[in-house]
């Protein structure tokens, strides 16, 4: 399985973007499916997770900013970021958990600046 993510940019803050991950091959399997980013300098973070039977959590520093969806029939998975400030700032990697194996994506660059 390898995955793509995209939908990354320079937003101003206050504004939103929406990232999507899109996995080729088989995910037969799918447990969840979860997002995380890393700032420079700062660990890889826990962003959200939506689950096979599409219960979604969030990190509380997204709670009620962000919204993660999927569609495993489509193998693609979306996060609607809204009121991003300069702390959302960062490299998205989506992560996808498929049986007993984890797969990353490559990662797709956020920046809020004005």
């Known amino acids: 399985v390898q995955l793509a993510e995209s939908g990354g940019g320079l937003v101003q803050p206050g504004g939103s973007l929406r990232l999507s991950c899109a996995a080729s091959g088989s995910i037969s399997g799918f447990n969840y499916m979860s997002w995380y980013r890393q700032a420079p300098g700062n660990q890889r973070e826990w962003v959200a997770t939506i689950t096979q039977g599409s219960a979604t959590t969030y990190a509380d520093s997204v709670e009620g900013r962000f919204t993660i969806s999927g569609d495993a029939t489509k193998n693609t998975w979306l996060l609607q970021m809204d009121s991003l400030n300069p702390d959302d700032a960062g490299v998205y990697y989506c992560?996808?958990?498929?049986?007993?194996?984890?797969?990353w994506g490559q990662g797709t660059q956020v920046t809020v600046s004005s």
């Open positions: 992560f996808v958990y498929i049986r007993i194996r984890g797969h």
